[in-house]
């Protein structure tokens, strides 16, 4: 049977990859985002969402920064916004892939988070997200969760083209935080994983990121071994940006249970930066 799909928010960085990687597919994939479709209008939604096999929510508030001084803006997309798709799928029997994040996480295990560890967000980016999940739950319906991070993709501002940028126009030395710890995924891999959890009709709370796990500072430096040899990378403390949203410090997600259901591993990190860094020209 040819799956048809939703892709909200499909002009993001996810959500191009996945509209492309539902194409691959052979699903019969609907692209829906602003300013004709927008989540945080029930009845827009309600109007707009065609009837459907999945509806992947991708879109959301996503400026981690600006949300400290915009709660309002970030709960209304990433809160209300998923409950009003949550509501809209429920009552017309349509599957939703709702996309979440690690900030959800305070980041102050030592160990990869699983998905019932209890989540307590610093900032209100993860709390708006935190409170999207619980809607989605809370609505009931045929729902997976899915949480991801550090991601970067061709469609979207991301932390491998600004380092690999910094170092073709203008050179080294970076100064990067090794204090944050994740597992930086591709959104080409990240839509490949998505498609699996379709076809297999999968449904719950899942983590899905790169295999594998780094701090910023050394990420930084594979990429500056591809891009530019030599150039130099100097850890500094998140402290020390002054950013006004707190992230967390280690809050790499455990992929068991996606490896369990699919029976394969995730790419790892390092793949993924070679894809990306390949596709965009910089290797
Ligand atoms: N980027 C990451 O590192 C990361 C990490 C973990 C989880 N995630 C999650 O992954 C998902 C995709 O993230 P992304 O990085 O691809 O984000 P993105 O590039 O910012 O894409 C989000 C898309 O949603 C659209 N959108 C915003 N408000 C909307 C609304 N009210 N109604 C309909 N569409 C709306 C955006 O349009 P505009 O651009 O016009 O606003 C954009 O096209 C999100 O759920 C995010 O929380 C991202």
Redesign the pocket.
Known sequence: MRLRVAV????????SDLAKACNRAGFETIG????E????DFNNVRSNMPQVDWAV???????VDDAESHRQEAF???AE?AHSVARVCERRGIRLL??????IFDGRRTRPYVEKDHPDPLGV?GAS?LQGEKSVRAEGGHFLVA???????R??P?FVRAIAKKLVEKGGPLRVVDDQVSAP?Y?VHLAEAFVQMMKLSKEGIVHITASGECSWFEFARAIVDRVKPGEEVIPIKSSELGRPAPRPGYSVLDNSLYISWTKHPMPTWQEGMDAYLKEEGFV
């Open positions: 909200l928010g499909c002009n993001g960085m996810l959500g829906l985002d602003l300013p479709f927008d989540i945080r929510n991708c879109a959301a508030y996503t400026k209304a997309v990433n916004g709702h996309v979440s994040t690690d900030y980016y997200k949480r991801t991070q550090s991601l970067f993709g469609n979207g991301n995924t959104t």
